[in-house]
């Protein structure tokens, strides 16, 4: 199994940036397509982005798009999620998500791994 643990959270001002890591135990990291999913308060947990297994493909929430970007680093089991251009509206519990065998479409749903979450709040 791979165990995930996040790390990058924190407070900015609107128009700041952050970068979230994704640290993954395990010797199959690479079989594992990869995201981040967020969840703000009182709201459902959502899809934010993902990264195919050899990082070659990638898929994002439209509402990001141009302002964050996700990437993996095999040789060291991380996955990483660039925020640039924060505004309120991204402030949420941002969490990592692995699925074994996944794509960048069928882990917007469903996951087999979770970690516990970075708080990330944007301040205006």
């Known amino acids: 199994q791979v165990q995930l643990v996040e790390s990058g959270g924190g407070l900015v001002q609107a128009g700041g940036s952050l970068r979230l890591s994704c640290a993954a135990s395990?010797?199959?990291?690479?079989?594992?397509?990869m995201g981040w999913f967020r969840q703000a308060p009182g709201k459902e947990r959502e899809f934010v982005a993902a990264i195919s297994r050899a990082g070659s493909v990638t898929n994002y929430k439209d509402s990001v798009k141009g302002r964050f970007t996700i990437s993996r680093e095999n040789a060291k089991n991380t996955v990483s999620l660039q925020m640039n251009s924060l505004t309120p509206e991204d402030t949420a519990v941002y969490y990592c998500?692995?699925?074994?065998?996944?794509?960048?479409?069928?882990?917007?749903?469903?996951?087999?791994?979770w970690g516990q979450g970075t708080q990330v709040t944007v301040s205006a």
């Open positions: 998500a692995a699925k074994l065998y996944g794509t960048t479409q069928t882990m917007t749903t469903q996951n087999d791994y």
């Open positions: 395990g010797r199959t990291f690479s079989t594992y397509a």
